[in-house]
């Protein structure tokens, strides 16, 4: 609830984000910078979220070498997850079940199958909702890549276009089950995004497993064939 609080500030919630996107140490003067405000100011703000757990402050390991003058100080976000219900709900703990149901039939048994299955349909299901009436046919590569971005967005992916034919996910959203189930929840993963391409009729994308420490397990590269549009 104080980390609710604190992110009622619309100074606090856009630093906040400066911060997590950055997903780098990010200085009292670049976020001034970013935001348009004082240094003093981002500096007030920096520490409130930072008493508030949500992000983590130190000296820049650049400059703790430095024998004059006082070392800059540097933020990150804590890894801190906020989620809120009233009344509680717990579909992590209902999914936590359903995993470990999977894990012990195996992870090439039907039900894992059938699973994997279930997530490209609900997948295809965005990705049709999400094209325009009237817009049929396929799409390019650039183009696919910007309504995947705007899709993936939403459910917490963190998308970030990393070249005009690629795209990373900076964060996976069902991390607590992914690092419990990797194998199941990846690949789950990969069939959600590739049934989300195939339902915006995205044919010279793909949603390719590249792990990445702390990040999502899938990213998206064009095909090697893929002309850029």
Same mark, same amino acid.
């Given at each position: 609830m104080e980390a609710l609080a604190v992110l009622q500030d619309p100074v606090r919630r856009d630093l906040y984000a400066h911060v997590r996107d950055a997903h780098r140490p990010i200085t009292r003067e670049q976020a001034s910078a970013a935001l348009g405000i004082s240094r003093k100011l981002a500096a007030f703000h920096l520490d409130k979220l930072v008493d508030a757990g949500l992000l983590i402050g130190h000296p820049e390991a650049a400059a703790r070498t430095r024998k004059v003058g006082r070392t800059p100080k540097v933020y990150e976000t804590s890894g801190t997850e906020i989620q809120i219900n009233i009344p509680a709900r717990e579909h992590a703990l209902l999914a936590d079940i359903l995993v470990d149901a999977i894990l012990r039939e195996g992870a090439t048994g039907r039900t894992a199958q059938t699973v994997v299955r279930n997530a490209a349909k609900r997948g295809q299901q965005l990705g049709r909702g999400q094209r325009r009436p009237g817009r049929a046919g396929r799409l390019g590569t650039e183009r696919a890549l910007a309504l995947a971005e705007d899709a993936l967005r939403d459910l917490g992916f963190q998308?970030?276009?990393?070249?005009?034919?690629?795209?990373?996910?900076?964060?996976?959203?069902?991390?607590?089950?992914? /690092?419990?189930?990797?194998?199941? %929840?990846? $690949?789950?993963?990969?069939?959600?995004?590739?049934?989300?391409?195939?339902?915006?009729? /995205?044919?010279?994308?793909?949603? %390719?497993? $590249?792990?990445?420490?702390g990040q999502c397990c899938v990213q998206l590269r064009a095909r090697p064939t893929a002309a850029l549009s």
């Open positions: 998308p970030s276009r990393e070249s005009p034919t690629s795209v990373g996910l900076r964060n996976c959203p069902f991390h607590p089950l992914a /690092a419990k189930a990797p194998e199941l %929840v990846c $690949e789950l993963n990969r069939a959600f995004i590739d049934g989300y391409l195939t339902g915006i009729d /995205a044919r010279t994308v793909d949603a %390719v497993l $590249e792990p990445r420490p």
